[in-house]
């Protein structure tokens, strides 16, 4: 089966004041705008990789982490033209090519000592393509980043029981109704209302936040939003 | 924090659902999408009638704003706007009922019938020129015909929008001769397959990719259009002289009969006197 990792980390810090991935190229380290695009991107590499090159876990997680170290030294944002591509496209070509060329090398190494690929049954779990695992993985892990922003920002203001009942309501396959909501926590149905909004309202701003540390400016970040809201 | 399959889908929902806690109006459900933003049925609890809202990001309020002040008969009217929690900008306006355009022609109607909806799209369009708005994004889809027959433009562009294959202009910056390629593609689209060759060469000469090939503004198309309607040679097409003729029988009919009935009449006369 898929094993997942935690390598890329979770950030806890509410990213209320990020800045564009550009600009924060061009005023501050690289490596700082590479912490966001690893924490954000990190999954969805390795994801695309395994289902890409049918690689095991271990060779993914590898291939995944040289291609960020490489990034960094070919200083990969300098050549990222805004103008082209979405910065996620840009990122899954460049995945593309880099695990394709190391995929390659690899595999001539070991010709005839048996190159490690998937088991067949593991493949054939899913027929999404690489490209919507990837497109699918960024979701889930911007979600899941904007999730954690939400959480922390609910404990620093003292708003635990908002985040109970969105975790109760919003984060869970059935979800109970309004009335067993407000009988569990003592709080009228319209506060349960009220708090669901709010919640949802701010996991809204944690994500536009996050997304706009990985897009090259407000017309990239609108794009994307478009892309992202159902 | 691990997100499912279906708890992703469920959050991409409600976090992109507006928050109208605070105002006149109850969310209902989504009934379109434009280059704007979302549009949602809503009941509006003060008067207990059911509204459009439109959701539209904040970073296209301005534009937004002037698209807004648009009053025409074939422009849906807005009652309010607002701004909700999250920054985003509410627009609560006329609930159209109604079919789309390219529904509403894919039942039996008439060619008459076809031209005045393209004349009630070009003068909405015309009109937003005047006060310096170009649509962008014409195309069926974005033409409603209401049930009493009137017709609305919907989903007004703002600079983002990048049009619809089929419908956009080639030229990459858009402008007034961009939504007259428009008008002209949805003239194409509107013409059925025995259309006169005039209102054709109406439609090419609209859709020429060199705008200044086009016409040089929309009433000049309408203008047009409505020479043929009037049984006039229009502007597009240099027609051939036995067309010129039919067009001038057709055109003349009751004053070409009048003069047959006249000299079958003299001719009866003259035959008559000879016998």
Not at chain 1, 30 to 43: G, H, I, M, T
Not at chain 1, 110 to 119: H, L
Not at chain 2, 44 to 58: E, M, N, S, Y
């Amino acid at each position: 089966m898929d094993q997942d990792t935690a390598i890329g980390g979770f950030q806890h810090q509410f990213p209320s004041t990020q800045v564009s991935l550009l600009e924060a190229v061009s005023t501050g380290p690289s490596s700082e705008a590479l912490d966001r695009v690893v924490a954000l991107y990190w999954k969805p590499v390795y994801r695309y990789i395994r289902r890409k090159f049918g690689t095991n876990n271990e060779d993914a997680k590898d291939l995944t982490q040289s291609f960020f170290m490489s990034a960094l030294e070919r200083d990969l944002f300098a050549r990222f033209d805004p103008l082209k591509a979405s910065f996620r496209t840009y990122l899954r070509m460049a995945v593309e090519r880099f695990a394709a060329t190391q995929h390659s090398a690899a595999n001539r190494l070991k010709r005839g000592g048996g190159a490690e690929f998937e088991p067949v049954e593991e493949q054939a779990a899913t027929t999404e393509s690489p490209e919507q695992i990837f497109e699918r993985e960024w979701q889930r892990q911007l979600f899941s980043l904007a999730l954690d922003d939400l959480k922390a920002h609910c404990e620093g203001y003292g708003k635990q029981l908002h985040f109970q009942i969105f975790e109760a309501y919003d984060l869970t396959e059935e979800r109970p109704s309004y009335a067993l909501l407000a009988a569990r926590h003592g709080v009228a149905e319209t506060v349960v209302t009220n708090y669901l909004a709010w919640a949802r309202r701010t996991l809204r701003a944690c994500v536009t936040s996050r997304l706009r540390g990985v897009t090259s400016g407000e017309r990239e970040l609108r794009k994307e939003m478009r892309l992202l809201w159902k | 924090m691990e997100v499912s399959d279906s708890i992703l889908d469920h959050l991409r929902h409600v976090a992109s659902l507006p928050d109208l806690t605070g105002t006149r109006y109850e969310l209902e459900t989504e009934i379109g999408r434009g280059g704007m933003g979302v549009v949602y049925a809503a009941r509006d609890c003060q008067l207990g009638r059911r509204v459009a809202i439109k959701i539209v990001d904040a970073s296209l309020a301005g534009e937004a704003r002037i698209i807004a002040q648009l009053e025409h008969p074939a422009i849906v009217p807005i009652y309010e706007n607002g701004v909700l929690p999250d920054d985003r900008v509410f627009y609560a306006m006329k609930l159209v009922t109604g079919r789309r355009l390219d529904l509403y022609i894919a039942g039996s109607v008439s060619l008459a019938e076809r031209l005045r909806i393209l004349r009630r799209v070009g003068e909405a369009v015309a009109f937003a020129h005047t006060r310096g708005v170009i649509h962008r994004d014409l195309k069926p889809q974005n033409v409603m015909v209401g049930e009493f027959g009137e017709v609305y433009v919907m989903d007004w562009g703002v600079e983002a929008v990048a049009g619809t294959a089929g419908f956009r202009a080639p030229e990459p910056a858009l402008d007034r001769r961009s939504d007259v390629y428009s008008l002209g593609a949805l003239l194409q689209f509107l013409l059925p397959i025995s259309a006169p060759p005039a209102l054709r060469a109406i439609a090419t000469k609209a859709m020429r990719t060199d705008p200044s090939a086009r016409y040089p503004n929309v009433p000049a198309l309408l203008r047009d259009t409505g020479r043929f309607e009037d049984g006039l040679a229009v502007e597009a097409w240099s027609e051939p002289w036995w067309h010129r003729l039919q067009r001038f029988g057709v055109r003349n009919a009751a004053l070409l009969w009048l003069l047959a009935a006249y000299v079958g009449v003299k001719f009866l006369l003259f035959f008559l006197r000879n016998l």
